[in-house]
C-alpha cells in the first residue's frame, strides 16, 4: 500500500472519483482518513501497491530492466482502456486532466492503471461541448486549446495521451530541461522525423536497443499523431484509439517484420549506422530477438489470464517461429 498526502480539494475529488469508479486499469483506493489535530487536518489515501512502481520510472531507466517494445504498446493499451471507461462507459463522464507517465502504475503482471484522480473533472452535461475551467494539470501534457481558453473536452486528455505515446516511442520526458534547447520539447524535437516514416528510428528510445517492429513503430507514430491534432474535433475518442491500439499488438505479433526491424534500418540509413545511431550487432539481435518472442509470449499468456477473451490460435504463428 501506499499513502498520498495532497491538497484538501484534490482529496476529496480523488476519494470521490475513486468511490465510484471500477476498472481494472484504475487503480484501488484501499481507505481513506482524514483527522483534525493541532497541525491543522491531516488527510491520508491509501491505494493498492503496485509492485512495478510508474511508466515514468521504466522510461527513465529508474528500474533496471528497459521496457521491450511489446510491453510498451500493453501498457499503452492498458491506460488507454482507463481513459476511455473514464469518457465513455459511466453514467457520467469524467476527464482525468492529469494523463502522465508518472500517473500510469504497473502491477505484478505489468498491468497498467491510472492512478491521481485529485484534478479530475466532470464533463459537460448533454448538449454542452466542453466545461470552462481553470487551467490545471502538467506542463507538456495539457492540450493547447485547454491552456488558451480553459475549455475542457475529453478531447484534452486524448492529446496528453498522444504526448504520453510519443514517451513511449522516444524514452524521452515531454519536456526536458536538462537538453540541448532545440530537444527539450518532445513535440517539436520528433516533427521532422515523423512525417517520413524511414527516419523513425532515430527518435527511438536507445533502450530498446533496436528491437521493435518498424511496422508496428510507425503505426504508433501515426496514432499519436491522430491523438496530436490541433483540432480536438479531428483526434478520435479514447475508445478507437483502444480499437486501433488492440489491432496493432495483434498485427505486432503476427507480423513477419518483427525482428528483423535492424536489418531493415541498416538497408535504408547506411550512413546513421556508421555514425552509430544504431547498434547493430548480430549476436545481440539473435538474442534479442529470442527476447522478444518471449516478450509476445508473456504478453499473451498475462492477456489471457486478465482479458480471458483472446484467441490463443491468433497468437499462434509468432510463438511456433521460436
Ligand atoms: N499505488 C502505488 N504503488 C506504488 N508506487 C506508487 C503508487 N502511487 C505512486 N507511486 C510511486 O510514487 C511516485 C510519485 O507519485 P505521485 O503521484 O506522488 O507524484 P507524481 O505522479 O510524480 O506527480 P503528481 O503529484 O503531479 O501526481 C510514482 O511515480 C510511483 O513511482
Ligand atoms: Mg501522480
Same mark, same amino acid.
Given at each position: 500500500?501506499?499513502c498520498?498526502?495532497?491538497?484538501h480539494?484534490?482529496?476529496i475529488t480523488?476519494?470521490?472519483?475513486?468511490?465510484v469508479?471500477?476498472?481494472p486499469?484504475?487503480?484501488k483506493?484501499?481507505?481513506y482518513?482524514a483527522?483534525?489535530d493541532?497541525r491543522?487536518i491531516?488527510r491520508?489515501?491509501?491505494y493498492e501497491?503496485m509492485p512495478n512502481k510508474?511508466?515514468e520510472?521504466?522510461?527513465l531507466?529508474?528500474?533496471?530492466?528497459?521496457l521491450?517494445w511489446?510491453?510498451?504498446?500493453?501498457?499503452?493499451?492498458?491506460?488507454a482502456?482507463g481513459?476511455a471507461?473514464?469518457?465513455e462507459e459511466?453514467?457520467?463522464q469524467?476527464?482525468?486532466?492529469d494523463?502522465k507517465?508518472?500517473?500510469i502504475l504497473l502491477d505484478?503482471d505489468?498491468?497498467?492503471k491510472l492512478?491521481?484522480?485529485?484534478?479530475a473533472?466532470?464533463?459537460?452535461?448533454?448538449g454542452l461541448?466542453?466545461v470552462s475551467t481553470?487551467v490545471?494539470?502538467?506542463?507538456?501534457?495539457?492540450?493547447p486549446?485547454y491552456? $488558451?481558453?480553459g475549455?475542457?473536452?475529453?478531447? =484534452?486528455? @486524448?492529446?496528453?495521451?498522444g504526448v504520453? !505515446?510519443y514517451?513511449?516511442i #522516444?524514452g524521452r520526458?515531454?519536456?526536458?530541461r536538462n537538453?540541448?534547447?532545440?530537444?527539450?520539447?518532445l513535440l517539436?524535437w520528433v516533427?521532422?522525423?515523423?512525417?517520413?516514416s524511414k527516419r523513425?528510428?532515430?527518435?527511438?528510445?536507445?533502450?530498446l536497443?533496436?528491437?521493435?517492429?518498424r511496422v508496428?513503430?510507425?503505426?504508433?507514430?501515426s496514432l499519436?499523431?491522430?491523438?496530436?491534432m490541433? $483540432?480536438?474535433?479531428?483526434?478520435?475518442k479514447? =475508445?478507437? @484509439?483502444?480499437e486501433?491500439?488492440?489491432q !496493432?499488438?495483434?498485427?505486432? #505479433?503476427?507480423?513477419?517484420?518483427?525482428?528483423?526491424?535492424?536489418?531493415?534500418?541498416?538497408?535504408?540509413s547506411?550512413?546513421?549506422k556508421?555514425e552509430?545511431?544504431l547498434d547493430?550487432?548480430s549476436?545481440?539481435?539473435?538474442?534479442?530477438y529470442?527476447?522478444?518472442?518471449?516478450?509476445f509470449?508473456?504478453?499473451i499468456?498475462?492477456?489471457n489470464r486478465s482479458?480471458g477473451?483472446?484467441?490463443?490460435?491468433?497468437?499462434a504463428?509468432?510463438?511456433?517461429?521460436?
Open positions: 500500500m501506499v498520498s498526502i495532497q491538497g480539494k484534490e482529496w480523488e476519494v470521490n472519483c475513486l468511490g469508479v471500477k476498472h486499469n484504475l487503480v483506493l484501499v481507505g482518513c483527522e483534525d493541532e491543522g491531516q491520508l489515501l491509501v501497491l510508474s511508466l520510472d521504466h522510461l531507466a529508474r528500474v533496471p530492466q528497459p521491450s511489446t510491453m510498451r504498446l500493453k501498457i499503452a493499451h492498458d491506460a482502456r481513459l471507461y473514464l469518457h459511466m453514467d457520467f469524467l476527464i482525468f486532466r494523463f507517465t508518472s500517473n505484478e505489468f498491468n497498467a492512478s491521481d484522480f485529485g484534478l473533472r466532470q464533463g459537460p452535461s448533454e461541448g466542453h481553470s490545471v494539470g502538467t506542463v507538456g501534457y495539457a492540450a486549446e491552456v $488558451q481558453t475549455r475542457l473536452t475529453a478531447k =484534452s486528455d @486524448v492529446w496528453s495521451f504520453v !505515446l514517451e513511449l #522516444t520526458r515531454s519536456v526536458d537538453l540541448p534547447k532545440n530537444e527539450q520539447k517539436e516533427k521532422p522525423y515523423v512525417s517520413g523513425i528510428h532515430v527518435i527511438m528510445d536507445p533502450q536497443e533496436g528491437q521493435y517492429c508496428s513503430a510507425q503505426k504508433l507514430v499519436a499523431n491522430k491523438c496530436l490541433k $483540432q480536438p474535433k479531428s483526434r478520435p479514447m =475508445s478507437e @484509439v483502444v486501433m491500439l488492440g !496493432l499488438i495483434s498485427e505486432t #505479433t503476427l507480423s513477419s517484420d518483427c525482428g528483423v526491424s535492424q536489418s531493415v534500418e541498416e538497408a535504408e547506411g550512413k546513421e556508421e552509430g545511431v547493430t550487432d549476436t545481440k539481435q539473435g538474442s534479442s529470442r527476447r522478444m518472442v518471449f516478450d509470449k508473456e504478453m499468456s498475462s492477456r482479458v477473451r483472446l484467441d490463443w490460435r491468433n497468437w504463428p509468432v510463438v511456433r517461429t521460436w
